[in-house]
């Protein structure tokens, strides 16, 4: 588990720890007790901005994958995804292609709903900070106000951000595991592929992440992960409609 740096305690610092107090940007506003200091107009236009990605997100990740996964199978072996989606049908099964799907949006929806308040407290430019999952205090008879955050430099701070990655893997890999299986009995070599660059961006980013920059530098791990796993849900989404002869 990720260890926790407290930033406010008056005893000598551990030599791990940064020796700023939070870990914002260096041309960042911050507050006394660490965290980005931001007025209610910049809380709101960032939550806002937020709950409008909440929304459209999901649709476009949807027709990106939807996209590449009709790439797949009009570029691939056509009469043998046919014939599999027909057996598919015939059993009704199309249908768990569809809950496949819905699950697969339902684990989009619940990991990126907390960024909405996320972005009412930090900053896009807020650096590593951002790779907290949540954010501490102490509490107590004349406990110091300032907030409590990962350790970010030097070793201790590059295993904080290499387990983040893995939280992060666990995180969506389930919807991804349930896509990789149903995918696979009608687009088997495809779904391989896009295993094998699943796999490829979940390594980036962890090797990214836990670089002494961190945090931005696990952004194409990010993005290969991210377009393989709306691939996969794109493939159950098409053979469930298929499964309806609706294209």
Same mark, same amino acid.
């Given at each position: 588990?990720?260890?926790?740096?407290?930033?406010?305690?008056?005893?000598?610092?551990?030599?791990?720890?940064?020796?700023?107090?939070?870990?914002?940007?260096?041309?960042?506003?911050?507050?006394?007790?660490?965290?980005?200091?931001?007025?209610?107009?910049?809380?709101?236009?960032?939550?806002?901005?937020?709950?409008?990605?909440?929304?459209? #997100?999901?649709?476009?990740?949807?027709?990106?994958?939807?996209?590449?996964?009709?790439?797949?199978?009009?570029?691939?072996?056509?009469?043998?995804?046919?014939?599999?989606?027909?057996?598919?049908? #015939?059993?009704?099964?199309?249908?768990?292609?569809?809950?496949?799907?819905?699950?697969?949006?339902?684990?989009?929806?619940?990991?990126?709903?907390?960024?909405?308040?996320?972005?009412?407290?930090?900053?896009?430019?807020?650096?590593?900070?951002?790779?907290?999952?949540?954010?501490?205090?102490?509490?107590?008879?004349?406990?110091?106000?300032?907030?409590?955050?990962?350790?970010?430099?030097?070793?201790?701070?590059?295993?904080?951000?290499?387990?983040?990655?893995?939280?992060?893997?666990?995180?969506?890999?389930?919807?991804?595991?349930?896509?990789?299986?149903?995918?696979?009995?009608?687009?088997?070599?495809?779904?391989?592929?896009?295993?094998?660059?699943?796999?490829?961006?979940?390594?980036?980013?962890?090797?990214?992440?836990?670089?002494?920059?961190?945090?931005?530098?696990?952004?194409?791990?990010?993005?290969?992960?991210?377009?393989?796993?709306?691939?996969?849900?794109?493939?159950?989404?098409?053979?469930?409609?298929?499964?309806?002869?609706?294209?």
């Amino acid at each position: 588990a990720p260890h926790i740096g407290d930033f406010c305690s008056s005893r000598p610092r551990n030599p791990y720890m940064s020796s700023q107090p939070l870990m914002g940007s260096d041309n960042e506003r911050m507050g006394a007790d660490g965290m980005p200091e931001m007025d209610a107009a910049e809380r709101e236009k960032g939550m806002a901005s937020a709950s409008k990605m909440l929304v459209g #997100a999901p649709i476009i990740f949807t027709a990106v994958g939807f996209g590449l996964a009709y790439g797949i199978y009009s570029f691939g072996d056509k009469s043998a995804y046919a014939a599999r989606i027909a057996e598919i049908a #015939a059993k009704q099964a199309h249908w768990t292609y569809f809950s496949g799907f819905v699950f697969h949006r339902l684990s989009g929806f619940l990991n990126f709903y907390p960024v909405m308040y996320k972005s009412g407290c930090l900053r896009a430019k807020s650096g590593n900070l951002r790779a907290n999952p949540q954010i501490y205090e102490a509490v107590g008879e004349n406990a110091p106000k300032n907030k409590i955050v990962m350790v970010e430099s030097g070793e201790v701070g590059r295993m904080n951000r290499g387990n983040r990655s893995l939280h992060h893997f666990i995180e969506n890999s389930l919807p991804f595991a349930a896509g990789l299986y149903m995918a696979s009995a009608v687009f088997p070599f495809p779904a391989f592929v896009l295993t094998c660059l699943f796999a490829a961006g979940r390594i980036l980013h962890q090797v990214g992440y836990s670089s002494p920059k961190g945090y931005g530098e696990h952004g194409l791990g990010f993005m290969l992960a991210s377009l393989s796993t709306e691939a996969m849900a794109g493939l159950m989404l098409l053979t469930g409609i298929k499964g309806l002869g609706l294209l």
